[in-house]
Nanobody
């Protein structure tokens, strides 16, 4: 069983930056793909970014964050990061990380078996 805990969320002004972390425990996620999703109030959960099982491996980003965000992983620390820059009020949401045993990036939430509880990101205008 894999437990995921997100951290790094908070309140930031538009144009600011945040670095979200997703720490895994229970077993190594080195062979898992990890994705970030977000859900704003009244909205469906949406894909943000994903990285395959390899450090420095294939990544994928939603168009809404491409060029402003970087996903990375430190397999030695069993942790995945999402660096978000030039934040906008529309980035306000609860951000979730999720792990997919298949190891390959996917935008489909159904591919991910393990989910964290989420961390709130609020961007003020």
């Amino acid at each position: 069983q894999v437990q995921l805990v997100e951290s790094g969320g908070g309140l930031v002004q538009a144009g600011g930056s945040l670095r979200l972390s997703c720490a895994a425990s229970g077993r190594s996620i080195n062979a898992y793909a990890v994705g970030w999703f977000r859900q704003a109030p009244g909205e469906e959960r949406e894909f943000v970014a994903a990285i395959n099982w390899r450090s420095g491996g294939t990544t994928d980003y939603a168009d809404s964050v491409k060029g402003r965000s970087t996903i990375s992983r430190d397999n030695a620390k069993n942790t995945v990061f999402l660096q978000m820059n030039s934040l906008k009020p529309e980035d306000t949401a609860v951000y979730y990380c999720a792990a997919a045993p298949g190891g390959w990036v996917s935008r489909r939430s159904s591919e991910y078996s393990y989910w964290g509880q989420g961390t709130q990101v609020t961007v003020s205008s």
